[in-house]
């Protein structure tokens, strides 16, 4: 089982910038892909962004590629979601996700563990 506690969401202007944390506890951290999902009320979750275990392949989803940027700190249990130039679109509930395959895809269905969400409200 692994643990995965979001943290970092909050209420911004649009362009500001946040940093979402998620922090993993459980089984090692460091052998699965992370990815970062949101969803907005009345709407299917969306892909937002992963990163596999060694950090060295990413994939970002439509709306977040060019503003957002997924990192990890293996040795801290712990994945990043840097959000800038922040729009009213991307209020959502973000959530973070681990995947034991290590296929850093953009499903859902990919990812065997979730966090509860840190909700993002952009205001206009």
């Known amino acids: 089982q692994v643990q995965l506690v979001e943290s970092g969401g909050g209420l911004v202007q649009a362009g500001d910038s946040l940093r979402l944390s998620c922090a993993a506890s459980?089984?090692?951290?460091?052998?699965?892909?992370m990815g970062w999902f949101r969803q907005a009320p009345g709407k299917e979750r969306e892909f937002v962004a992963t990163?596999?275990?060694?950090?060295?392949?990413?994939r970002y989803g439509v709306s977040s590629k060019g503003r957002f940027t997924i990192s990890r700190d293996n040795a801290k249990n712990t994945v990043y979601l840097q959000m800038n130039s922040l729009k009213p679109e991307d209020t959502a509930v973000y959530y973070c996700?681990?995947?034991?395959?290590?296929?850093?895809?953009?499903?859902?269905?990919?990812?065997?563990?979730w966090g509860q969400g840190t909700q993002v409200t952009v205001s206009s």
């Open positions: 459980g089984r090692t951290f460091s052998n699965y892909a």
């Open positions: 990163i596999t275990w060694s950090g060295s392949w990413l």
């Open positions: 996700a681990a995947d034991p395959t290590n296929l850093a895809q953009s499903s859902t269905h990919d990812y065997a563990y």
